[in-house]
């Protein structure tokens, strides 16, 4: 197998450092890119001796950040090594989540120079490959990458090395006896470490055999695999992401719609009832002309737990002829409706032509309630936006009007409102429990909310905040703005 | 476009007869597959006049389970349909989920017959179009399966089936003026056809255009085209499932290990106190030869809250030397622990060689705590049978032992030490909501109880059930369990 290996590639050293200068660069942002996707990454560097593997591990870490990244020598194990079995040592040092361990030899090593000095050793040798498997197959299950190198030089070249350091004063001390018996069973050694490699070449897991003549292309190979490497997993965990997740949302339009929950101006009770009479008396009238030319109006109310929702649906319609218009409360969906796109059951609420519906919470529902209870996945809200808005559009130019009210009161006035319903026999059974469990997540919904109205607030289906602290005020309001719209809608 | 579609296909009847039979039942087959998988299914049939949409879905319905599909005939709307959007008849038609519709004509032949019959007709096409699309896109970005079909005839052929059926006393009424008006004007519809055709042509939801001159070949064209596009989301969702939940575990071996809280004999307490004093010596004996032989040992204690863990182990270490034994507590895991995989922080209390590390609670937790409150996912405590069970074959085959013990209690033991422990000022510590809620889901622990018993006693590593509701027969089965294993061990 190894025999197969081509020992001759060669890199100059000129192109070299044009070829490696923009790899540094991309193996730090892989490494951050990891860090942040949380993925922990094993590199294998093996080889003979001198083979150059501590030369490659040098170029290796050189860009690295170090708070991201330990090195392991494997050498010799220590007495609380040596009292447990081979592959503990191994799995103590699994990087964490983000982090990667580099191992200058590992398993490999140790394994095939402690199978090989026991007795029975080539059924051992089976029984090691299948643990290393098992260990690795494990570890990627969990979502490890390992990436293995063996670097692999002839016995020739070895021994040249061998003699080239032993001259070098710099050197000479790291060649010992052990190396030179090592060289001396090169071949003896040659299908044991073939059996290795081949026996542990798994798919989720295989080696890279690099002839390692020539330190710059060994260099360049081993690095350009681990980018390459990192690049293809980087890809796998983000199609994943998406798949789950869905895309990521572009960011909501700058001009965000303010909630204000305070009015602008007080009414006093004459004023208040004054104005709503002649108000009410408006809307009459335009539900009349609505119906005589079949266009069909859709009111949705959405807006905090007690906003005054119910109050103020109430005035708009109390002088509307009943038979032309549907107050339509959205609950949790029923059985059936789950059954079907979260949008059915809406579309079989739409208002005939010349009809109106008034829908008090809607399926923006979708990307408040559900989205922060996690009644619907992710990717499934985050859909909902753009689904929101082709409906509306489709609805919109289909010739029907739409008017969307969003009631803001602040956190204070809720408050005091709850303690109010709870005191007060006639009002206590709208209040729940979830209510208050709704108001802990006061912040989570405010960021859904501020999402929705940027998002969904289209030229063709504006959101009206009505600032809904004081009641008369909010009433007023609302009333008033399905009269300016109705009128430019009968134009 | 439509040009290119070959009229001339063609097969005979005795090769139909022979094709057609084996998919009728692979059809019915997939009905109830999708059916489980909770997935719509909408199939539209479009086409000509006469280009023989009644025969192919009656072919198509024919084997179909009646209970799973609804045939919607689509003509000219009602009343209420008509004040609403064109859509809006679709929309509230879509099926639920796992059901199946079947459109004998449909949206498009709606679209086309009224915005022909509009001003203005070829700017509303597109938009017309465009709505479709959309339509289509939300319902299959939903998880409807959209299968469309449009039937193709030449003017000639439409020509011949028309006199054909006017001639036929059976079906000459079925024949209107306006079929032929329709047909006077075949050339001009044709490239509106095609606009329809190629501009819904989407990746989501593609046209089957079927050359339907011969009979036999458009009705198999159509059941094998439904065919091969049910199964091929059929493969889709299994992936996806699979990925997410793992893939489906093989059952469980039959011989189910029981679970006997039922101490099968009772002691005195002067007989239990004897006993135990004989056998804590004996331990001691054994735990020096495991130091003398390096054997390390590990004892696995598993068992239901208030089981008497702690009691039964405190027993077991009493006449131990301390220095060669761990009792490792396992609680939820620490932020650390978190980072890695989840069976590093077991490894890292794995003991030397000689030592003993009793395990309270361990590895196990994985498949019964994470697995019923959530903390991991399914795939991965689906998983981890498997890996636990590799785990324990590499230590045990690299030498080790191991003991796993699960102890037993009935449900109203467990009330009944619950309530003694809150009543104890002592022992109120020990008590937590928690233990409370997780009686509560009993039957669901039992469940992942008896999968754990029965996927991982293997030969090498198997179980022993402590009958624990008395505590003086566990504490000595589970110490004589130890003698036991400790002489073979050692043997």
């Known amino acids: 197998m190894l025999e197969k290996i081509d020992l001759g590639k060669h890199i100059d050293d000129h192109t070299y450092a044009k070829k490696i200068a923009p790899l540094y660069q991309r193996l730090g942002v892989l490494q951050r890119v990891h860090w942040d996707l949380r993925v922990p990454i094993i590199i294998v560097v093996e080889g003979w001796n001198a083979s150059g593997i501590t030369s490659v591990i040098g170029e290796l870490i050189q860009y690295l950040d ?120 090169y071949d003896d050694y040659l299908p044991i470490i073939e ?66 929950a305070e009015a602008p101006r007080q009414y006093t009770r004459a004023e208040y009832e004054k104005i709503l009479r002649e108000c009410q008396e408006q809307v009459h009238n335009i539900q009349y002309l609505l119906f005589k030319r079949r266009i069909p109006l859709i009111i949705v109310y959405e807006g905090w737990d007690a906003a005054g929702k119910g109050g103020n649906i109430m005035r708009l319609v109390r002088a509307m002829n009943p038979r032309g218009y549907d107050v339509v409360p959205i609950a949790r969906p029923d059985q059936t409706e789950l059954e079907h796109h979260y949008l059915w059951r809406f579309y079989r609420r739409f208002p005939a032509a010349g009809h109106i519906t008034i829908f ?65 026999v006639l009002k206590e059974w709208k209040m729940t429990e979830e209510d208050w469990r709704n108001r802990e997540k006061w912040k989570e919904y405010e960021k859904a909310v501020d999402e929705m109205l940027a998002r969904t607030s289209t030229g063709i289906a504006p959101w009206t905040v009505i600032e809904s602290d004081d009641k008369y005020y909010a009433r007023l309001k609302a009333i008033q703005t399905v009269i300016a719209y109705g009128r430019k809608v009968l134009e």
Chains 1, 2 share one sequence.
């Open 195 to 260: 059996d290795y490699i081949s026996g542990t070449d798994t798919r989720h897991c295989p080696w890279t055999v690099v002839g390692a003549t020539d330190g710059n292309y060994t260099r360049f190979k081993v690095y350009s695999t681990v980018i390459r490497t990192l690049e293809e997993k980087q890809k796998v965990l983000e199609k994943k992401r998406q798949d789950k997740c869905g895309p990521a949302l572009p960011k909501p339009p700058r001009n965000r719609i303010r909630r204000v």
């Open 360 to 424: 008090d919470r809607s399926w923006y529902g979708r990307v408040l309630v559900e989205r922060i209870e996690g009644f619907c996945e992710e990717k499934e809200w985050k859909r909902a936006y753009h689904e929101i808005n082709e409906m509306e559009e489709a609805y919109v130019e289909g010739g029907g009007g739409l008017i969307k009210f969003w009631l803001e009161v602040s956190k204070e006035e809720q408050y005091r409102r709850f303690i109010a319903r709870q005191n007060d």
């Open 66 to 185: 170090p708070r991201g990244f330990v090195l392991h020598s494997i050498g010799s194990p220590k007495d609380e090594e040596r009292a447990r079995p081979l592959l503990w040592r191994f799995w103590t040092r699994t990087p964490a989540r983000g982090r990667m361990a580099i191992f200058a030899r590992s398993w490999y090593s140790r394994s095939l120079a402690e199978q090989v000095s026991g007795i029975d050793w080539k059924s051992r040798i089976k029984r090691a490959i299948f643990d290393i498997n098992t260990f690795e197959r494990q570890l990627t299950d969990d979502g490890v990458v390992i990436i293995k190198f063996f670097l692999h030089i002839s016995k020739e070249e070895q021994k040249r090395r061998l003699n080239e350091r032993e001259k070098d004063a710099l050197t000479s001390w790291m060649i010992t006896q052990g190396d030179w018996d090592f060289h001396a069973h």
